[in-house]
């Protein structure tokens, strides 16, 4: 087989695999042959460096570390959410929507990770920039923080051009073996995963990142072509196209259904591999979230459902 059709089946199989393992959660390879994969693929790209190129599986690890970030202003606001903390607030918000629409709207209810609020731009398929939140309007350029998460693919199986919005996260687990990695090395402890993944992403040296096993969701997307007409449509629509999106997102009709879900998760949240402060509520359709508009720095058409903070057990 000619070099550069080896170097182009190693790539495909190597984003279908991790696509399996990171996004959902379900390889159908073990590790051992992933890895002998990525080596073969590592090999030829070294013997053969005019094969490599910038979305090949194994530029994840940028290279000289940055003297400091670049400012970017995001083209569409990274806004922040409105919050609620009881159920009857959560009621009167449903009845507001309601009211504003003249009639009871779907809506779509999902986790809110406990994480740092990212964008990521794809052009033709491709991964181009990566970025914080900041103060919603300016952020910080961290592609090639980003590009270590293998949650986050660098290039899509559709050469589409569009933003995509979530939450980089660290795992429950990764934040004990970090904070226990770093009490034997004597360095200060991070106080909870949030902190850790912003530690994590705030390195301009993008080794560290990669060694931090970070992660990531999508929970939305910007775009100026009518992609998808709802933002349940466009959860399954990332997903399909290899972003990592969470299962755990549903459709609710009334407010005791969003309710049912956030009780749900009140009490699976302590099982769940990764941090959640709360439950985001959107109404789905496009066109009744423009109806709704925004407040100065808020959607009208979605709120956050704050869990109340944990009692924090002092032993
Ligand atoms: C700030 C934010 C945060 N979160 N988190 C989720 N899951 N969805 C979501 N949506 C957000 O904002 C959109 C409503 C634009």
Same mark, same amino acid.
């Given at each position: 087989?000619?070099?550069?059709?080896? /170097?182009?089946?190693?790539?495909q199989?190597?984003?279908?695999?991790?696509?399996?393992?990171?996004?959902?959660?379900?390889?159908?390879?073990?590790?051992?042959?992933?890895d002998?994969?990525?080596?073969?693929?590592?090999?030829?790209?070294?013997?053969?460096?005019?094969?490599?190129?910038?979305?090949?599986?194994?530029?994840?690890?940028?290279?000289?570390?940055?003297?400091?970030?670049v400012?970017?202003?995001?083209?569409?606001?990274?806004?922040?959410?409105?919050? /609620?903390?009881?159920?009857? #607030?959560? /009621?009167?918000?449903?009845?507001?929507?309601?009211?504003?629409?003249?009639y009871?709207?779907?809506?779509?209810?999902?986790?809110?990770?406990?994480?740092?609020?990212?964008s990521?731009?794809? #052009?033709?398929?491709?991964?181009?920039?990566?970025?914080?939140?900041?103060?919603?309007?300016?952020?910080?350029?961290?592609?090639?923080?980003?590009k270590?998460?293998?949650a986050?693919?660098?290039?899509?199986?559709?050469?589409?051009?569009?933003e995509?919005?979530?939450e980089?996260?660290?795992?429950?687990?990764?934040?004990?073996?970090?904070?226990?990695?770093?009490e034997?090395?004597?360095?200060?402890?991070?106080?909870?995963?949030?902190?850790?993944?912003?530690?994590?992403?705030?390195?301009l040296?993008?080794?560290?990142?990669?060694?931090?096993?970070?992660?990531?969701?999508?929970?939305?997307?910007?775009?100026?072509?009518?992609?998808?007409?709802?933002?349940?449509?466009?959860?399954?629509?990332?997903?399909?196209?290899?972003?990592?999106?969470?299962?755990?997102?549903?459709?609710?009709?009334?407010?005791?259904?969003?309710?049912?879900?956030?009780?749900?998760?009140v009490?699976?949240?302590s099982?769940?591999?990764?941090?959640?402060?709360?439950?985001?509520?959107?109404?789905?359709?496009? #066109?009744?979230?423009?109806?709704?508009?925004?407040?100065?720095?808020?959607?009208?058409?979605?709120?956050?459902?704050?869990?109340p903070?944990?009692?924090?057990?002092?032993?």
């Open positions: 087989m000619e070099m550069a059709e080896r /170097v182009e089946a190693l790539r199989k190597l984003n279908q695999y991790g696509y399996e393992y990171y996004v959902l959660d379900r390889p159908s390879v073990p590790d051992a042959e992933y002998r994969l990525m080596n073969e693929l590592i090999e030829i790209e070294t013997d053969y460096p005019e094969l490599r190129s910038p979305d090949s599986p194994t530029q994840r690890v940028g290279g000289a570390p940055l003297d400091a970030f400012k970017v202003t995001h083209d569409t606001p990274m806004l922040s959410l409105g919050n /609620v903390f009881s159920k009857e #607030e959560l /009621v009167e918000w449903v009845g507001r929507i309601e009211k504003d629409l003249g009871s709207p779907l809506f779509v209810a999902e986790l809110k990770f406990d994480g740092l609020a990212v990521l731009k794809y #052009e033709a398929g491709r991964l181009v920039r990566g970025a914080t939140r900041g103060d919603g309007t300016t952020g910080e350029d961290i592609t090639q923080n980003l270590t998460i293998r986050i693919p660098l290039r899509l199986n559709e050469d589409v051009t569009f995509v919005r979530g980089a996260y660290m795992p429950k687990r990764s934040f004990e073996h970090l904070n226990d990695e770093r034997r090395l004597g360095e200060p402890l991070f106080a909870n995963p949030r902190n850790a993944a912003a530690g994590s992403l705030r390195q040296d993008s080794k560290i990142a990669a060694a931090r096993n970070l992660a990531f969701f999508a929970y939305g997307l910007v775009s100026t072509d009518d992609l998808v007409a709802s933002h349940d449509e466009s959860l399954a629509y990332l997903g399909r196209l290899g972003i990592a999106v969470s299962q755990e997102y549903t459709t609710c009709q009334t407010a005791d259904e969003l309710w049912d879900y956030i009780e749900t998760y009490t699976r949240r099982e769940l591999p990764y941090e959640i402060d709360g439950i985001v509520i959107k109404v789905a359709a496009y #066109e009744e979230q423009e109806q709704l508009g925004f407040t100065a720095k808020s959607p009208r058409w979605a709120v956050a459902y704050k869990f903070a944990e009692e924090v057990v002092t032993t």
